[in-house]
């Protein structure tokens, strides 16, 4: 036989329900305008963070466009009309950019033969700590290659000598600055050697192998692999 339903149970139930219903009723009478509100504000902030980000990607689109124009007519930056538009795409808040205007800007002031203030621009982006190391690297050995002639020999050796290291990107051309320096001390010794591993490292740009290699022979010192270094592992 089927057993019947408790009565009480069916009533507790009864009075349960009601019971919340009536706690639900309250909570929104008191919060209800509130909630709304958050809701509201919510969905403000969520629109205008993607409107920030769309109006950042077109921002960045176009910056890409005008650098990619300064790429293509390298003697643009020195142009008045230009100075303007690098001067914005330096305060970029996109990395790459923000550096190659930069460079831009050094470049521009080469041309006006303006050493000092295109190194101090280099200086500037080698002291950037917000920039990846690479082009921090890069600006360091284009401003000391302009300031070679006014810096002491050990200031470039010190300088540059974590970057004149095999594997190291800029290992040929900071090495040929730290080499030249040591010309300069008359440790003609490590100069040999310096210049001997530029002349032997493959990854080097084949002009700056060739002047190493002929600056090695000039100091005594062999540069050109034989075949069995060549086989060796």
């Known amino acids: 036989m089927a057993v019947p339903p408790n009565p009480d149970e069916a009533f507790l139930r009864e009075v349960d329900e009601e019971l919340r219903r009536d706690q639900l009723a309250s909570v929104w009478t008191r ?18 963070f993607l409107y920030w980000q769309h109006h950042k990607t077109e921002a960045a689109g ?37 550096a190659t205007a930069k460079f831009a800007q050094a470049d521009a002031l080469l041309q006006k033969k303006d050493l000092k203030g ?14 990846d190391q690479p082009f921090r690297d890069l600006a360091l050995v284009r401003q000391t290659s302009i300031e070679f002639d006014d810096l ?24 040929e600055l730290v080499a030249g320096a040591y010309l300069r001390m008359n440790r003609k010794d490590l100069a040999g050697t310096l210049f001997s ?13 060739q002047r190493a290699v002929q600056m090695a022979g000039v100091l005594g010192v062999d540069a050109v692999e034989t075949p069995e270094e060549k086989k060796a592992p």
């Open 152 to 175: 002491k020999p050990d200031i470039i050796v010190n300088r540059l000598r974590p970057l004149a290291v095999k594997g190291n990107p800029w290992f040929g051309s900071a090495g």
């Open 118 to 131: 295109a190194a101090a621009k280099l200086a500037e982006i080698a002291g950037d700590t917000s920039l």
């Open 31 to 48: 919060y209800g305008r509130w909630l709304i509100l958050a809701v509201v504000a919510a969905l403000a902030l969520f629109g205008g």
């Open 62 to 98: 176009k910056q890409g466009e005008e650098l990619q124009a300064l790429v293509e007519d390298p003697a643009a930056a020195a142009k008045p009309a230009t100075a303007k538009v690098l001067q914005e795409l330096a305060g970029s808040n996109v990395d790459g950019y923000r």
């Open 197 to 209: 591993q530029i002349g032997r490292e493959e990854t080097v740009p084949a002009t700056l192998r």
